[in-house]
């Protein structure tokens, strides 16, 4: 059955070079430098998918990226599988394997089509009014509607391809390689402007590279030999960068685009081993011309969409340029001359045209007349009224228009039979980049195109995407607009001798008529989603206006292809229907990318561990030798806890907290934040960002203090050290340090520039081993044996410079866990020798490493809160139950004047309480709500739980929380609903342990 | 993504700069003078202006220094850049 519909050589095709590629497993014949759909159709192959509603076959529509129908998964069930490929982007290569979406079980036989006789029933928001009721069946629905959506299948295996990033600056940047970016790109190289060209396709040139016709001329040459030699001077050029396969995803403002270089997606699976697959360009241009063309509009019939129905500008490419004919009895379908080009042309390569169907009523141009003495029949003020045939075209209908075109002169229908059908429905330039890059639109009521009106940085638009369609406009128009926005005084394209004797008459029709009620046809205008003409009228009269709601409610314009063909048309209805102007009614947001972008390629090498970067302490390579769990902390990676001999995390954390508290434990605190902070008035300037006072702290004494927000609310906490008289060193918590530093710098430059204060970071300075427990004493003692460690001297909250060995360290007496501790600080790269030391020293006590989570344990027994844990940004220091650390002395401090707001001062805001469960070994899950009955409903939450611990050291469960009113609420028996069960909880004090700070100097 | 001129380091992309909100909102002298509503008015009220708007940049993967911008929230374009404590420029 497969037929050879190769008709002729074509020097863009290497014949000699025969690839084999599979489609639905089965195996053709291409060769290179064919796309997916030239190969199919050389093969006789139209049927290539079926539709997203109503699961319609579908055919090759166009040539280029704006295909709606032919999108394909490559290499499935692999971990390289692809969906929603444009089967006319795809180069084919030895092993390609490509297999049609949206159909089961096949495409020649899809079970789904039975929705096309259903139509009648799937109206646009069909999905939204039917599945409304009842509310709670929702979860029902949505399960089989998310499975007969969407398009194609997204890989289950991570992508082993490589993908990259590169920044380019250029002067200026073209885009689009058709006729008029070369002209562009060799005006501005020749001009000593450091250029970048790029353009989707493979090859430079764009649609004029093929065009071959006797009555289209530059200097006597035919375009294409003329075009060709310019592409040849072109590549001389020095300061001028080409790049093909590479579209323009994103036109940003100042200038600022991203492309994708495809690099690899055209080799065979043997030559891409070890590639870069894509690229990412991230271009800053300083000027950027935009010479990005324009699509071919199709016409809107009744059953315009069947396979074999195609643009005439696709007909003519694949016959021009692929050397493919796309059907034996071919009919185009137009209303202006540009059909009559692709006819005489195919025409002349020995393809069949039987005929051309113009909804002009009198066109007569040198093409036309052309095609008549070809033989080719015109058909004058006809239009197609329907098409037939289920997989592929056999014969359209039309008949003859009646003078306003909205209906018929007479009922007289002639049928013709056809296997393709090229519609040539007029030209939409492609102002997508344009309309990204901030730029404005105009509307052109001759021929009712948009086109650039005011563009908003240093660009400007040429070519058809300028809205000059012919050979001769183009090349006029393009070479005086260089001049101006280069700023120069002559092109080597101002005096060409261009010959294009085309008529530019077009009528256009939004919606031809048909000879049945319009609810009775399918006119496609969306042809990706199915969406109808008669879709676009039903929201008209169900009351949408906006063009953005007609869109979305009847999802025109919004599949893969983002209605590139289609949306033109669903506004011209729109209009006509609503009857006002196109001009008026705009148009829907163009948004990037302009075609779609692998996530491949928008993450390029941040992928796995580069993801995100990880900082990590002196001490990691410890922490991994001894099997540490760890977590995420910030950007740190944090021991979390160090299971042994296949513990759980609640045994070995069960283990850590009570042999810290019993003789010696040892934390890894180096990625706490550390701010050195120094000037000679930094005294003053802690006063003002601390709630509690500051200037008597003496010289070698720590600090606990709390940062606020100027609204009040905790902000940050930590302990600072008065290393000298005008030296401090603050540390706050491991995730807020960069944002504590910037807020201080924001006070210090902004509010206080009289201060003299010098802020830095120094978090990765210093590495810091806190050594706790009965035994810490003794344990630091035998490193540091120089250093008096009785409490005259070194009191709980000072410090100490020392030496361990040579190695200088700040010795800190302060205490997270509430038992007697030190924090010793020495230059990072001693980092792990430090804590080596530690463990050594701590040996005959048993000196037990724990990580984060017994902390936060051993903390919680405490009642010491964690900033992020047990406040969330709503917080102040008064619902904390911490009024001890807010001066009622100090005139003012970052945060005072909020404390006094009416809503602050609220006795039944949240504040912070302990809670201990009745039955002591239940422990309560951190977030649970917190009520005080579970009748009547809707239930009363009077706060969370935000911290949850089993205790070894009470051998009961302990939990913090915030509830509304807590802190009266002392002894309060409440409810934690979970959802199968109540728990009875009390509230009692946050402080479950040790009260009274005994061990502290134990 | 726009270019931003800081006054300490010359022309750099937006990504090494942190935005500050609106310009020229003192932080009151006497906090404790104020009422409930004159303090309100510092804290939370912007005018989140669609047009020229006069706003705090801080190039924080940079000089980290603050300075001032004017900049049209329209189109994006930075019309004027000067100092912290200078007086904006008139527009």
């Known amino acids: 059955m497969s037929k050879n519909l190769r008709v002729q050589t074509s020097k863009f095709i290497d014949e000699t070079t025969n690839i084999s590629f599979k489609f639905n497993g089965k195996t053709y014949y291409g060769f290179k430098g064919d796309t997916l759909a030239s190969a199919l159709l050389s093969n006789d192959v139209h049927l290539v998918g079926r539709s997203f509603k109503y699961h319609r076959p579908r055919g090759i529509m166009t040539a280029g990226s704006e295909e709606p129908n032919a999108i394909v998964q490559t290499n499935n069930n692999t971990a390289l599988t692809e969906p929603n490929v444009r089967a006319t982007e795809i180069e084919i290569y030895e092993g390609l394997e490509a297999s049609s979406q949206n159909c089961w079980p096949s495409v020649k036989f899809d079970i789904g089509g039975i929705n096309n006789f259903l139509s009648p029933l799937l109206p646009a928001g069909f999905y939204y009014k039917t599945f409304m009721w009842p509310a709670n069946f929702w979860e029902k629905y949505e399960y089989v509607i998310r499975h007969s959506a969407g398009l194609g299948k997204s890989p289950k295996e991570p992508d082993p391809d490589i993908y990259d990033h590169r920044y380019i600056h250029c002067d200026v940047l073209v885009i689009g390689a058709g006729i008029t970016g070369i002209m562009a790109a060799k005006t501005a190289a020749k001009n000593n402007l450091k250029t970048l060209l790029l353009d989707e396709k493979t090859e430079l040139g764009g649609t004029t590279i093929y065009q071959d016709s006797d009555h289209i001329k530059i200097n006597n040459q035919s375009s294409s030999a003329w075009l060709e030699n310019e592409i040849t001077e072109l590549k001389k050029l020095n300061n001028l960068e080409i790049k093909t396969r590479t579209s323009v995803a994103a036109y940003h403002g100042y200038n600022y685009l991203l492309a994708r270089e495809n690099l690899t997606d055209h080799l065979s699976n043997n030559d891409k081993q070890n590639k870069i697959r894509q690229r990412l360009l991230k271009i800053r241009a300083k000027k950027v011309i935009v010479a990005t063309g324009s699509l071919e509009r199709p016409m809107v019939f009744n059953n315009n969409d069947r396979p074999g129905i195609m643009l005439s500008s696709a007909v003519k490419k694949y016959a021009d340029y692929y050397g493919v004919a796309t059907g034996q009895k071919n009919i185009f379908f137009t209303n202006n001359d540009t059909a009559y080009e692709s006819a005489i042309s195919i025409n002349n390569k020995g393809i069949k045209v039987e005929a051309i169907v113009d909804i002009r009523e009198n066109p007569n141009s040198e093409f036309t007349k052309e095609a008549e003495n070809l033989g080719i029949k015109i058909y004058r003020n006809h239009t197609v009224v329907d098409t037939h045939g289920y997989k592929k075209l056999n014969n359209i209908s039309i008949m003859e228009l009646s003078k306003d075109g909205q209906s018929f002169a007479n009922s007289n229908i002639i049928t013709l039979d056809c296997d393709c059908l090229g519609m040539a429905g007029g030209w939409t330039p492609a102002v997508h980049l344009f309309t990204q890059s901030g730029g404005k639109l105009k509307f052109r009521d001759e021929d009712q195109v948009f086109i650039p009106n005011k563009y908003p940085s240093d660009q400007v638009s040429v070519g058809s995407c300028n809205g000059d369609f012919e050979l001769d406009e183009i090349i006029n128009n393009t070479s005086k607009s260089l001049k101006e926005f280069l700023n120069i005084n002559k092109t080597d394209f101002d005096n060409l001798d261009v010959q294009c004797p085309k008529d530019k008459e077009i009528r256009n029709i939004w919606l031809l008529p048909s000879n049945k009620v319009l609810g009775k046809t399918k006119p496609f205008v969306d042809y990706q989603n199915d969406a109808t003409a008669k879709d676009i009228k039903l929201a008209l009269r169900e009351g949408f206006k906006s063009i953005e709601h007609v869109k979305r409610y009847t999802t025109t314009g919004m599949g893969t292809d983002q209605g590139k063909l289609g949306n033109m048309h669903a506004l011209g209805i729109i209009a006509d229907t609503a009857g006002i102007k196109v001009g008026e009614l705009g148009t829907t947001t163009f948004r990037p990318p302009y075609t779609p972008l692998t996530f491949g390629t928008m993450v390029g090498r941040n992928v796995g561990e580069y993801f995100d970067a990880f900082r990590r302490t002196p001490m990691n390579d410890w922490h991994i030798e001894n099997k540490a769990e760890f977590e995420n902390v910030g950007q740190w990676k944090r021991a979390w806890y160090y299971p042994q001999n296949n513990e759980t995390m609640h045994d070995a954390v069960q283990r850590e907290s009570k042999a810290a508290r019993d003789s010696a434990g040892i934390l890894d605190a180096s990625t706490l934040g550390k701010i050195d902070i120094q000037g000679t008035d930094a005294s003053e300037f802690l006063n003002r960002v601390y709630t509690n006072a500051w200037s008597k702290l003496a010289i070698g004494k720590c600090r606990y203090g709390l940062m606020l927000n100027e609204d009040g609310m905790v902000y940050d906490d930590g302990v600072t050290t008065r290393l000298e008289e005008n030296h401090y060193i603050m540390t706050t918590t491991t995730g807020g340090a960069a944002n504590v530093l910037g807020k201080l710098e924001d006070y210090l430059q902004t509010e206080w520039p009289e201060l003299d204060v010098y802020l830095s970071s120094v978090t990765d300075h210093y590495a810091t081993a806190s050594v706790c427990g009965p035994n810490s004493k003794k344990i630091l003692n035998k490193i540091i044996p120089d250093l008096d460690l009785s409490d005259e001297n070194f009191p709980h909250m000072s410090f100490k410079n020392a030496k361990i060995d040579n190695i200088k360290c700040r010795v800190m007496r302060i205490s997270f866990t509430g038992e007697h501790s030190y924090e010793i600080n020495v230059q990072a790269n001693f980092g792990k020798s430090l804590w080596e030391k530690c463990m050594d020293a701590g040996q005959e006590f048993k000196i037990t490493p724990y990580g984060t989570e017994t902390m936060h344990l051993l903390r919680a027994e405490k009642g010491f809160i964690i900033v992020g844990q047990d406040t969330d940004g709503t917080m102040t220091p008064i619902d904390l139950q911490m009024d001890w650390i807010v001066s009622k002395k100090k005139y003012d401090f970052i945060g005072k004047r909020s404390l006094y707001r009416s809503d602050t001062m609220k006795e039944d805001r949240k504040q912070l309480v302990g809670l201990i469960t009745d039955n002591p070994s239940e422990v309560l899950e951190e977030g649970a709500q917190i009520v005080a009955n579970t009748n009547p409903t809707p239930v009363e939450m009077l706060g969370h739980v935000t911290s949850s611990y089993y205790s070894p050291n009470l051998n009961k469960s302990i939990a913090l929380a915030v509830v509304r009113g807590g802190k009266n609420m002392m002894g309060r028996k409440l409810i934690i609903a979970m959802e199968n069960k109540n728990i009875n909880v009390t509230i009692v004090d946050p402080v479950f342990f040790d009260k009274e700070n005994v061990r502290l100097n134990a | ?91």
């Open chain 2, 1 to 91: 993504m726009f270019l931003i001129s800081c006054p300490y380091c010359g022309v750099r992309e937006q990504s090494e700069f942190k935005a500050g909100g609106e310009a020229h909102i003192e932080r009151p002298k006497q906090p404790t003078e104020l009422s409930d509503g004159e303090w309100a008015e510092y804290l939370f009220m912007r005018k989140n202006i669609k047009g020229i708007q006069l706003e705090r940049w801080n190039h924080a993967h940079g000089c980290r220094k603050w300075f001032n911008a004017v900049r049209d929230t329209t189109n994006d374009e930075i019309k004027a850049i000067y100092k912290m404590g200078e007086k904006p420029p008139t527009i």
